[in-house]
């Protein structure tokens, strides 16, 4: 049975979101439409935190990408290099009459585990590294106070590590890992850790998907 575990870890770890095909086409980046609002995260591989994010009632668009670096323009080989500092990250358009910025802070610390250092699964890195991006005083102060809550409830064995700093620029990835986790159901990576992410948070965050996600 272990050499079995071990053997499966290693093809997560071959398979893995930095092993995912990459073009060289970039999508723009959408500018908010009227009404809406815009939150940054970061919590490991985008696949599934993009997908995790859509999911919830009031977010019309998400986008994955890179920030937290210095490198304008990032291609998806340089940011896993880790000589840019960026971190995988989603973009989140929404409705704040519909959704708020606490609520959707709450459903990044569920999406994913943010009290491992630069590292998520079989991720390993700082491009993995758990950050949450803030373009006002106030998400600050929800960051924080989530952050406090988060470790208050013992939800982790953990304290949070997640990153809190302002918000500086956005660089969407490449076009093939946009809404990745829907159109590569039959990827291993997928199936045996990104899934596994997603049905997690659909339990932590159920009062506050979309219907067609509450089973």
């Not at 970039?26 to 985008?46: I, R």
């Not at 339990?203 to 067609?212: G, I, N, Q, R, S």
Request: charged fraction near 20%; charge should be positive.
């Amino acid at each position: 049975m272990k050499k079995l575990i071990l053997y499966i870890a290693g093809i997560f770890l071959f398979v893995g979101c930095a092993n995912g095909q990459s073009s060289d086409k970039f999508p723009s980046l959408p500018n908010p439409k009227t009404g809406e609002a815009v939150a940054t995260f970061g919590g490991g591989c985008f696949w599934s935190m993009s997908e995790a994010m859509s999911e919830l009632k009031g977010v019309n668009k998400v986008v994955s990408g890179y920030a937290g670096g210095n490198t304008k323009n990032p291609t998806y080989q340089e940011v896993s290099s880790q000589n840019t500092n960026h971190a995988e990250t989603v973009q989140v358009y929404y409705d704040p009459k519909v959704i708020s910025y606490d609520k959707l802070a709450e459903g990044f610390f569920f999406a994913h585990d943010p009290t491992t250092l630069n590292r998520q699964g079989p991720d390993e890195g700082t491009d993995y590294r758990s950050i949450a991006f803030y373009r006002t005083p106030e998400e600050k102060n929800t960051l924080l106070a989530t952050i406090k809550k988060v470790n208050e409830s013992k939800h982790y064995n953990n304290p949070v590590v997640t990153q809190v700093v302002p918000f500086a620029a956005f660089y969407p990835a490449e076009t093939y890992h946009q809404g990745y986790y829907r159109t590569h159901d039959d990827n291993p990576y997928i199936e045996g850790v990104s899934k596994p992410k997603v049905l997690k948070f659909r339990k932590a965050m159920a009062a506050d998907l979309k219907p067609e996600f509450k089973k």
